[in-house]
């Protein structure tokens, strides 16, 4: 059975870095591309990243340039990897795996658990 779980969410200043991490487990991670969205309170969720299966990554515009996604197959982890983070970055987030990339979140069967990003001083 397929599952997901996020983790390294957490409060940070505006213009701090976060790294966040989701372990996947009971399907084929490597051959599997994979997304990050989020959500936050009151908005609907929306794709930030994602990787397919040869590295090939893509973007929201909102974090082109300050967000990274990247994938370690041998450990079966995502990443996502959050600089300048500012207020609007604020939200939960969530990984999940198959394509389209960036596709509508009704695309996807899959998804972990989620966690918090909050961006505040």
């Known amino acids: 059975q397929e599952k997901l779980v996020e983790s390294g969410g957490g409060l940070v200043q505006p213009g701090g870095s976060l790294r966040l991490s989701c372990a996947a487990s009971g399907f084929s991670f490597s051959m599997n591309p994979m997304n990050w969205f989020r959500q936050a309170p009151g908005k609907e969720r929306e794709g930030v990243a994602g990787?397919?299966?040869?590295?090939?990554?893509i973007y929201a515009d909102t974090v082109k340039g300050r967000f990274t996604i990247s994938r370690d197959n041998a450990k079966n982890t995502l990443y996502l990897q959050m600089s300048s983070l500012k207020p609007e970055d604020s939200a939960m987030y969530y990984c999940?795996?198959?394509?389209?990339?960036?596709?509508?979140?009704?695309?996807?069967?899959?998804w972990g658990q989620g966690t918090q990003v909050t961006v505040s001083s």
């Open positions: 999940t795996v198959g394509s389209p990339l960036l596709s509508h979140p009704r695309s996807y069967t899959y």
């Open positions: 990787i397919d299966t040869k590295g090939n990554t």
